[in-house]
């Protein structure tokens, strides 16, 4: 299994909402990614865990709220999302460091209204 | 700055062409080198990758890439192009020593015409 699977594949929340985004993976990889990819962009680096610690807090704002429950599972916390931050989610696993070939998910289409 | 860049935004090649698609990075060390694959709406895939040894690098598709360390190049290629080839093409620089970060290029697109 070389799966990363992203639920739900596409989400549309107002403003004042709470959801989350889900990742999960079972190849045993103890790094995880967020990333947001915009439209006709690179994705750009969100979050890292490495073995279910924050390593890597790229600057994001405190309304994205990242959550590693196991070694299987990542999730992302939204609450009170603005217009731009609609994208396109993407959840990555590698087996342990960016020296290793990262698995990338088919994203979450994020649409806040 | 450690970079990653493709020159190219739109590259249009005729199905059975040759594709070269073009990457330069600036890092201080030999980095860890990418070439990812997007199509649509979808994740990445990737194609192949470069830390050592043989500079040429065969991936999957049909695809190679070459490192070229004097130019601080990693370019792709494919000798014979299909339509399916068309996609977006990152290329990608790993780097552990900042807190195991992987930086993507801006991306090309190619579109294949028959």
């Known amino acids: 299994d070389t799966e990363v699977t992203q639920t739900p594949k596409h989400l549309v929340m107002g403003m004042t909402n709470k959801k989350s985004l889900k990742c999960e993976q079972h190849?045993?990889?103890?790094?995880m990614y967020w990333y947001k990819q915009k439209a006709k962009k690179p994705p750009e680096l969100m979050f890292v865990?490495?073995?279910?610690?924050?390593?890597i807090n790229e600057s994001v704002p405190s309304r994205f709220s990242p959550e590693c429950p196991n070694s299987s599972l990542l999730n992302l916390h939204l609450h009170a999302l603005q217009p731009e931050d609609s994208a396109l989610y993407l959840c990555?696993?590698?087996?342990?460091?960016?020296?290793?070939?990262?698995?990338f998910g088919q994203g979450t289409r994020l649409t806040v209204v | 700055a450690q970079s990653v860049t493709q020159p190219d935004i739109h590259i249009t090649v005729s199905e059975g062409a040759s594709l070269e698609l073009r990457c330069n990075y600036s890092?201080?060390?030999?980095?860890?080198l990418f070439w990812y694959v997007q199509s649509p709406g979808q994740g990445l895939q990737l194609l192949l990758k470069y830390f050592s040894g043989d500079t040429l690098v065969q991936g999957i598709k049909g695809f190679e890439a070459e490192f070229k360390r004097s130019q601080s190049s990693f370019n792709l290629r494919k000798p014979s192009v299909h339509w399916s080839d068309a996609a977006e093409y990152f290329c990608?620089?790993?780097?552990?020593?900042?807190?195991?970060?992987?930086?993507f290029g801006a991306g090309t697109i190619l579109r294949v015409k028959s």
């Open positions: 890092y201080g060390a030999t980095p860890y």
């Open positions: 990608a620089v790993g780097l552990m020593e900042y807190g195991n970060k992987l930086v």
């Open positions: 190849m045993g990889h103890r790094a």
């Open positions: 990555a696993s590698s087996l342990i460091t960016t020296a290793d070939e990262a698995f």
């Open positions: 865990y490495s073995y279910e610690k924050l390593s």
